[in-house]
Nanobody
Framework: QVRLVESGGGLVQAGGSLRLSCAAS????????MGWYRQAPGKQRELVAS???????NYADSVKGRFTISRDNAKNTVYLQMNSLKPEDTAVYYC??????????WGQGTQVTVSS
């Protein structure tokens, strides 16, 4: 059974930092590349960062240079370090495989709010 539990969100001022965590079930995490998505009000969910099992990463242009994705294979956890946050980063953040569709299982997400 798939389990994805996101945490670490909160309210932060522009320019601040947050670190998100996503704990996944071992059976899911061990075989999959992982990604972080976000969905702002009225917008579609977008993939902002991904990491494969070997540790190679990719980022959306909007977060490149500010966000860092990492994974701890021993803890079945993927992280998103977010620095220099902007109000436009405000969204609910989710983790999943980089190819996940709306028909996949999704966790509850974690809310990130950046005030100006």
């Amino acid at each position: 059974q798939v389990r994805l539990v996101e945490s670490g969100g909160g309210l932060v001022q522009a320019g601040g930092s947050l670190r998100l965590s996503c704990a996944a079930s071992r059976s899911f995490f061990s075989i999959n590349d992982m990604g972080w998505y976000r969905q702002a009000p009225g917008k579609q969910r977008e993939l902002v960062a991904s990491i494969n099992r070997g540790g190679s990463t990719n980022y959306a242009d909007s977060v490149k240079g500010r966000f860092t994705i990492s994974r701890d294979n021993a803890k079945n956890t993927v992280y998103l370090q977010m620095n220099s946050l902007k109000p436009e980063d405000t969204a609910v953040y989710y983790c999943n495989t980089p190819w996940a569709t709306q028909n996949y299982y999704w966790g509850q997400g974690t809310q990130v709010t950046v005030s100006s």
